[in-house]
């Protein structure tokens, strides 16, 4: 049993036109993928996917990127990416999985999974990017809810280990706000996605910083490769 995270799919099953093979290093990557995922995970094991799942802009346009994810092995936890148009209510998107016949899929959003001794926890966090818009009240609710997933698995004595979309660190931004959130509960592991192509890869935090070590798991970064933690 093992626990693995890859970020950003953008899976274009239902919507090609869609695809990001049309991007340097994305040739083949829905395929890859999958020849990745099958080589390296078991119906055992668990994989985290921080966001930018599907390119589908309702849940039922990204029904086939679920359908494509619940087939491939293992328990698949989804936190929602800036690109995630089909996001809903839990109530909905638990529904939704449910009718679908969706059942190695399951939601982190204001709460947290169980992983042995460790909590698996995050949210999609808020932009700390040059050339993207912020708003102070988006931001205000994502570190509420990464409060909230981060209390849920203390408040069981679990070890907590933080998967996000956007980077709490980039180049020389910093969201504070959310790096608060980090420091306060003395979170060691951050794995978060979003970033694109070498030059910005080349931007991010990688290492360990004050304490926290940042891990990015985009999919082209990896190669598409599941990426294992545990």
Known sequence: MSLFVLSDLHLCQSTPSKTMSVFAGWDNYQERIKENWEKLIS????????????????????????RFINELPGTKIIIKGNHDYWWNT??????????EGF???????NNHYRYGEYGICGTRGWVSMNGETQDEKVLKREV???????????SENLKPIVFMHYPPIFASNFN???????????????????VHGRHLHELCVTN??????????SGDYLQFIPEKIL
């Open 43 to 66: 119906d055992e094991d668990t994989i985290v996917l921080p966001g930018d799942i599907s390119w589908g802009m309702s849940m039922a346009e990204a029904a086939a990127d679920f």
């Open 90 to 99: 839990m109530h909905k998107m638990e529904a939704f999985l449910s009718s």
């Open 103 to 109: 059942d190695t899929i399951k939601i982190l959003h």
């Open 144 to 154: 509420q809810r990464l409060e909230t997933s981060i209390q849920s698995a203390l």
């Open 176 to 194: 504070y706000d959310i790096l608060e959130v980090l420091y306060r509960n003395k979170i060691e592991h951050c794995y978060y996605g979003h």
């Open 208 to 217: 360990t910083y004050d304490d926290v070590n940042y891990h990015l798991v």
